[in-house]
């Protein structure tokens, strides 16, 4: 009866780590998560916009950009209490509590081919990714 | 002076050889007393005229108070305690597995309004208490609260003290916030060096209560657990780590940090942060109290047990998050 009990502990137990894994690893890399993009990349004036939606987390989670032009990041807020409202982009040296409802918009520079540009919230639950191609 | 051996049962922690010692040496009449955990053995030295049933009988008594009893004949060990932690795996994973689904499921996300009054703050309370940010203080919370009922059955005493420092913190720095309308404690990386560790501790007692420390007890030196239990039973502990729930990583926290801050007066900002903090009280309220009455059931192996694996995984989970907040490591999750 133990070793009954023991054998289907270990599958229940492995079938819950594997379905927690799937469930909240980082779907940056897989192709379902790219369809979104374009949509929210504008150029202005020579200069590119890219928008982010930072509520429970940040939409879309991956957008590519050209590379070598003028970058901006928007990140809009809507009642955004949680955690995407803490945002830190470390290399553009922003760290900044953002205001519940509203424009956030962060300058990135010229980000070169190949470089990627990492968003992710202070407590580190919620990332996004902005990669120039 | 006549020495006895006896056998112990209930001992589970480190601190119980601290704790038995310090309690029999206190009775009249026993001069020594040495436990030895490993064997599960007590020595003491005596000068009672009494029979060795009889003295296991009254020293039964005093310890019996803190899970503990002494006898004259090895108790048969219940069997089960070798089987609980086979039913304990699959229940915490299910309970971790139900807190990254609701997170995921996105209901958390629901609109409140541009502007925060002391209404929406409690609703945000509430929503918070089941948020991410449980992994970090409700995980603390379980893990504390479990602890402490395991080393002192029916004691609600630190649990009333946490949640008392909590509030009080919330209110005055709410109010402090307020009024000064400048930061504190709003500070990304000192909040997440907190937060890591928050989550070292919640591994560490998650361990604890799944019983991996048992077999390694006694390779410790007695004196750091003697420090711990000193630390643990102070009453200014439970408050002091109430308090510190204020600087805790939590995004909801922190939002209602900069709402206070923004409110201009030390009224509007504690009541912001202090309605904010009883929104969180039920959630916190049921996991520290459930603690404290599932100790006390027949239960409480498989819910110690049970306790501990959900708060090593919301631990590792905060753990990871924290350092990938700092940009230590890369994000591993979204969720």
């Not at chain 1, 590519?64 to 809507?78: A, Q, Y």
């Not at chain 2, 499921?105 to 929503?127: D, E, R, Y």
Request: with cysteine.
């Amino acid at each position: 009866m133990e070793k009954i009990i023991t054998i289907l502990s270990i599958i229940i137990s492995i079938a819950l780590i594997g379905g927690m894994i799937y469930l909240v690893s980082d779907g940056s890399n897989t192709s379902d998560d790219q369809v979104a993009q374009s949509q929210n990349v504008e150029i202005r004036d020579g200069v590119q916009y890219v928008t982010i939606t930072a509520r429970g987390g940040y939409t879309p989670s991956v957008t590519e950009i050209r590379g070598g032009i003028p970058t901006k990041l928007v990140v809009k807020t809507n009642s955004t209490y949680d955690c995407s409202a803490s945002l830190v982009v470390r290399s553009a040296g922003f760290q900044k509590m953002l205001q519940p409802t509203g424009e956030e918009i962060i300058d990135l520079g010229i980000v070169k081919s190949g470089e990627k540009v990492q968003g992710v919230c202070g407590m580190g639950m919620y990332n996004f990714l902005v990669q120039a191609i | 002076m006549k020495t006895y051996t006896f056998h112990v049962s209930g001992t589970h922690c480190p601190s119980c050889k601290i704790l038995i010692e310090d309690t029999l040496n206190e009775q009249v009449g026993i001069e020594r007393t040495t436990v030895d955990l490993n064997q599960e053995k007590v020595t003491i030295d005596t000068t009672l005229n009494e029979g060795q049933q009889k003295l296991a009988e009254m020293l039964t008594e005093k310890v019996k108070r803190n899970g503990y009893s002494l006898s004259v004949e090895k108790q048969t060990k219940e069997k089960v305690n070798h089987a609980v932690i086979w039913e304990a795996i699959p229940i915490g994973l299910t309970f971790l597995a139900l807190f990254f689904l609701i997170q995921k499921s996105g209901i958390l996300n629901f609109g409140l309004g541009g502007t925060v009054t002391p209404a929406t703050s409690f609703i945000i309370g509430l929503v918070a208490s089941v948020s991410s940010c449980l992994a970090v203080v409700g995980g603390l919370v379980l893990s504390l609260s479990a602890t402490v009922s395991q080393d002192k059955i029916s004691d609600v005493k630190p649990i009333m003290l946490f949640h008392g420092g909590r509030l009080i913190s919330f209110i005055v720095l709410g109010g402090i916030l307020g009024a000064i309308g400048s930061a504190i404690g709003i500070n990304f990386t000192v909040t997440a060096i907190l937060g890591i560790i928050a989550s070292t501790v919640m591994i560490v007692l998650g361990l604890n209560l799944v019983g991996v420390f048992e077999k390694i007890i006694i390779t410790l030196p007695a004196g750091v657990f003697s420090f711990f239990r000193k630390i643990e039973h102070k009453t200014i502990t439970p408050l002091l780590v109430g308090v510190g729930t204020f600087f805790l990583p939590c995004g909801f926290t922190q939002a209602m940090q900069v709402a206070a801050l923004s409110s201009g007066s030390f009224l509007s900002g504690l009541l912001i942060m202090g309605v904010f903090a009883l929104g969180t009280l039920p959630m916190l309220a049921l996991l520290s109290f459930g603690s404290a009455s599932f100790a006390q059931s027949k239960h409480a192996p498989l819910f110690f047990k049970s306790a501990g694996v959900l708060v090593i995984g919301l631990g590792v989970f905060a753990l990871l998050a924290g350092l990938a907040g700092l940009g230590v490591i890369d994000p591993l999750f979204n969720i």
